[in-house]
């Protein structure tokens, strides 16, 4: 599948790739990034002390604090923020890091509440990005925001006494690295935030992601990443003109644009991942020119892959490689038809991996026809995604009465006509 894509992107034309562009734009307007980033930027200011706390109190956990410290220190001033406002910040985190230490108990809790708050608005985001509907239960947005509250700052611990051990073995110091230590630098800051990203993308949105489509995502960001670092980083190379504006402290207004470049980075990966099945199945193309009736095409495609899958069911995935459809549009289409009973969705017997030996929890979504073929017509679908009489009126009455004598014709019927239909027009 992934030669396949990679064939489909280099048959687009020079025309193709510029409508494709311009389609990601318009998800990208209709998502409100910039507004959005500019909201986590406010939160990120109230939780990031709290989260550097918790990563702290891990630290103390290790016996050479002190060289995990001064790697935290380092990552921070190499990696993640540019080097001209790099050490102020820091000095700053370490003194309101330092004190929220001493916090009492209503503080301590305050501060978590502002975690959770900002995790809590990534997923509201990134499900806006993604356009989904349902939200977690609230006991399982909990427990995924004490997992990566918890667990995150724990792994970026463990992962930076690798990191940080590679960085001085190949350097030695980080102060004034050469060329080669530069490239090994940027190699790894990219490296570990495509992994970063990726996990963010497959995890903080409630929907199913494919491992492959976030790894791309992760991978556009990460490069984004370092290179809108180094462009910022020339940018506010002249530190001392903001000095002169903002005195003392004059890192925090460029630390805050910082911020919101990043979140506005994280939020076009998410974008250009919810984006890019799109572009693998040239889906983009008929979304552009979608009418109201693509709706009742694209049902009656899904109904016909159910309707032969019988009681076995398909997952998510499998409709998606079978239609072409998006995210949004799969699970919205679905989620309709399930409201009026026609579909119904499970997940796979517990009993039947156990007997298959499968010891993995199964969270794949299935999807079966719960409505008898025999029974449910045309007419029934395309009233329901493009034509519902709303309205009491003559006119109304007789574009229903023609929608049913039209296509009065079963669903069994039509796709057994469908099925014979297919051997004598390959021939």
């Known amino acids: 599948m992934p030669i396949q894509h990679f064939q489909k992107l280099k048959s687009l034309s020079r025309q193709d790739f510029l409508a494709f562009l311009r389609f990601m734009v318009g998800r990208f307007k209709h998502a409100r990034l910039q507004q959005v980033a500019g909201n986590l930027t406010f939160t990120?200011?109230?939780?990031?002390?709290?989260?550097?706390t918790i990563a702290l109190a891990l630290f103390t956990m290790f016996p050479a604090f002190g060289t995990l410290k001064a790697s935290l220190e380092a990552y921070f001033a190499q990696v993640m923020m540019p080097k001209p406002i790099a050490n102020t910040i820091l000095r700053y985190l370490t003194v309101f890091t330092n004190k929220a230490g001493h916090l009492s108990i209503i503080g301590a809790v305050g501060v978590l509440f502002a975690s959770m708050a900002?995790?809590?608005m990534i997923e509201r985001a990134f499900n806006q990005i993604w356009r989904v509907r349902k939200r977690r239960s609230l006991l399982k947005r909990m427990a995924l925001y004490l997992t990566l509250g918890v667990l995150g700052p724990?792994?970026?611990v463990a992962?930076?006494?690798v990191t940080s051990n590679v960085y001085f073995a190949a350097g030695g110091t980080f102060r004034h690295p050469t060329l080669l230590q530069s490239l090994i630098y940027a190699f790894f800051?990219?490296?570990?935030m495509t992994l970063s990203f990726t996990v963010l993308y497959v995890v903080m949105p409630n929907r199913t992601i494919h491992w492959r489509e976030a790894v791309c995502g992760g991978i556009f960001a990460a490069i984004t990443f370092e290179i809108v670092k180094r462009v910022f980083a020339i940018f506010i190379l002249d530190f001392t003109t903001y000095r002169k504006?903002?005195?003392a402290v004059a890192a925090i207004p460029v630390f805050l644009l910082w911020i919101y470049l990043s979140w506005l980075i994280t939020l076009s990966g998410a974008a250009f991942v919810a984006g890019i099945h799109y572009l693998w199945h040239g889906r983009w193309r008929q979304i552009i020119s979608s009418t109201k009736g693509s709706a009742f095409v694209d049902a009656m495609t899904i109904l016909g892959i159910l309707h032969e899958?019988?009681?076995s069911g398909v997952d998510e995935a499998q409709i998606r490689e079978m239609t072409g459809l998006g995210l949004d549009e799969v699970e919205n289409l679905l989620e309709c038809m399930e409201s009026v009973g026609w579909v119904a969705h499970f997940r796979s017997d517990p009993m039947v991996r156990l007997r298959e030996r499968k010891i993995r929890a199964d969270t794949t979504v299935y999807w079966k026809l719960t409505a008898d073929p025999l029974e449910l017509t045309l007419a029934q679908v395309f009233r329901l995604f493009v034509f519902g009489v709303s309205e009491d009126s003559d006119l109304a009455r007789k574009v229903d009465g023609a929608i049913a004598a039209g296509l009065n014709e079963s669903l069994s019927?039509?796709?057994l006509r469908q099925s014979s239909d297919a051997p004598s027009s390959k021939s």
């Open 118 to 120: 900002l995790m809590g």
């Open 189 to 192: 800051s990219i490296v570990w």
């Open 44 to 52: 990120t200011l109230l939780a990031l002390v709290p989260l550097l």
């Open 245 to 247: 504006i903002y005195g």
């Open 159 to 161: 992962s930076l006494t």
């Open 154 to 156: 724990f792994l970026f």
């Open 309 to 311: 899958a019988k009681e």
């Open 413 to 415: 019927a039509y796709f």
